[in-house]
């Protein structure tokens, strides 16, 4: 069983999504969390959300891929809460479905400034903080199923996501003796905000479905657990890892 109690655990991108579901299942372990987002209202509503469930639970509007922003933010969290015990690097958003030959640099960079420099600025703030209190902690990049399976058409998504568990193998190393985990979480198709536009499309989610094996898009309530065990400090033997869960997608 997860217990989570006396624990602090930051969600960028928690408003919403797999973020969202995560951060539930954090404060159904009995955790208290922070939302990082860029949209008020979503972030107000996803307290009440999580206050819903029993949980403790504050939001801040923050912009990833801005430094400052992720500094002055961490700041207002440690101030808030007292402390961290891990942070998701959620926040993300997708490609720009031009296709590659026509994919301009300055498309390129829009991807990669929250998708991946974002990610870097605030696994770099969590690790200092985590260091600084000399405790461990637990840090995690959401990547994608696009890091494993050619991204045609999603070059700078796919690229960014892919990276993404590079940088997690190098910090896992580099943290272990501050006993920090770090590990990914690669989700596949789910029904959130960011894909609508692939599940209201009949021929996509039909040719997405045929190649899942439990024949579906997941619910992201349904990564509530992985962000628990994720976040669960007992599990410390467990780093530089990548968890997909993706109905089989990538096997298939």
């Not at 997708?94 to 998708?115: H, K, Q, S, Y």
């Not at 190393?173 to 009949?202: C, M």
């Not at 976040?231 to 869960?245: F, K, L, M, N």
């Amino acid at each position: 069983m997860i217990d989570l109690s006396g624990k602090v655990f930051v969600v960028t991108g928690g408003n919403g999504g797999i973020g969202l579901g995560m951060a539930e299942g954090i404060v159904m372990s009995g955790g208290a969390v922070s939302i990082w987002g860029r949209n008020a209202e979503k972030n107000a509503a996803a307290v009440e959300t999580l206050e819903g469930l029993g949980g403790t639970a504050s939001a801040f509007v923050c912009d990833v891929s801005d430094e400052s922003a992720v500094v002055d933010t961490m700041r207002q969290t440690v101030d808030g809460h007292g402390r961290i015990d891990g942070l998701f690097a959620n926040a993300g958003r997708g490609g720009t479905g031009t296709p590659f030959l026509d994919l301009t640099l300055a498309e390129w960079r829009a991807v990669m400034d929250v998708n991946l420099d974002g990610v870097f600025i605030t696994l770099r703030e969590a690790a200092r903080q985590l260091v600084a209190q000399g405790d461990g902690g637990s840090l995690v990049a959401v990547s994608s199923t696009s890091a494993i399976h050619g991204a045609a058409g999603n070059e700078a998504y796919g690229t960014a996501k892919t990276a993404l568990n590079g940088l997690v193998r190098a910090l896992a190393v580099g943290l272990a003796r501050h006993r920090i985990r770090v590990n990914s979480l690669l989700p596949g198709w789910t029904i959130t905000e960011l894909a609508s536009g692939g599940y209201e499309s009949d021929v996509f989610r039909t040719a997405t479905i045929k190649r899942t094996p439990v024949r579906r898009w997941a619910e992201p309530s349904e990564f509530r657990e992985v962000g628990a065990f994720l976040a669960d400090p007992s599990q410390t033997y467990h780093t530089g890892q990548e968890i997909c869960v993706d109905g089989g997608y990538t096997i298939f």
